[in-house]
């Protein structure tokens, strides 16, 4: 164990067995990040909870009595952030997570897993609403292969399936926030959301890993399903 640049002490993960190169850089990474720890102090189920909770400081999209749709969302953590801020365990909001993995209860968080790929999936989510989403969120990532072209079309594809899911469900003036990754496979994906929103802007929160292409593409005033 040594101490890093910050005087922080930097934990190392001894390789050996079966362990791969990449699983000990990656346990090593979370051992030694800060949000991981403080995620695990303050109650989050991810420290991808502060990522929302960073763009959400800046831009002050979630209010209480709005309802939000949280895709992919296991284990949890954006979950929990929404439901806190739209004041959701107290009736004031609606939070409803959905996610093909199932997912331990969140206080004011309605779970329901299903797949958001499936066609009846959005009049499924209608139904359960009784009506439209105020913001649909997404802090999912693709399954990687290591090529990189064909990583890059499985992200924006999945971020493609997530906004025709935003379309579908979408209250007039409503927000869509997604994760994605910089390259330039995204143009069609961009043009597309420029067209359906007032103001579409690439967000990158302290809480990303400043080594990572991760961003967030955050698109305001949806002008309708019609548009």
């Known amino acids: 164990m040594a101490k890093d640049t910050t005087g922080r002490l930097h934990v190392q993960v001894k390789t050996g067995g079966r362990r791969k190169l990449s699983s000990k850089l990656w346990l090593e990474r979370q051992l030694?990040?800060?949000?991981?720890?403080?995620?695990?102090?303050?109650?989050?189920?991810?420290?991808s909870a502060y990522k929302l909770r960073e763009i959400d400081d800046k831009y002050r999209l979630l209010r209480p009595g709005l309802t939000v749709v949280d895709l992919g969302a296991a284990p949890g953590g954006w979950s929990q952030i929404a439901a806190t801020r739209v004041k959701s365990a107290d009736g004031k909001g609606r939070v409803v997570a959905i996610d093909l993995l199932d997912m331990?209860?969140?206080?004011?968080?309605?779970?329901?897993?299903?797949?958001?790929?499936?066609a009846a999936a959005p009049q499924k989510l209608r139904d359960m609403l009784d009506g439209?989403?105020?913001?649909?969120?997404?802090?999912?990532?693709?399954?990687?292969?290591?090529?990189?072209?064909?990583?890059?079309?499985?992200?924006v594809g999945l971020v493609e399936c997530a906004a025709e899911f935003a379309?579908?469900?979408?209250?007039?003036?409503g927000v869509f926030?997604?994760?994605?990754?910089?390259?330039?496979?995204d143009a069609a994906l961009m043009a597309g959301i420029k067209r359906d929103y007032a103001v579409v802007r690439h967000v990158k929160p302290a809480a990303s890993r400043q080594d990572s292409s991760e961003r967030?593409?955050?698109a305001t005033g949806f002008r309708g399903s019609r548009a």
């Open 32 to 47: 030694n990040d800060p949000y991981v720890a403080q995620a695990k102090r303050e109650g989050y189920r991810s420290r």
């Open 177 to 185: 926030l997604a994760k994605v990754f910089q390259s330039g496979a």
């Open 132 to 155: 439209g989403a105020d913001i649909v969120m997404s802090d999912m990532a693709a399954n990687t292969t290591g090529h990189r072209k064909t990583d890059q079309l499985r992200i």
């Open 104 to 118: 331990p209860a969140i206080p004011g968080v309605s779970f329901s897993q299903l797949d958001f790929l499936d």
């Open 167 to 173: 379309r579908e469900v979408l209250n007039p003036g």
């Open 216 to 218: 967030y593409l955050l």
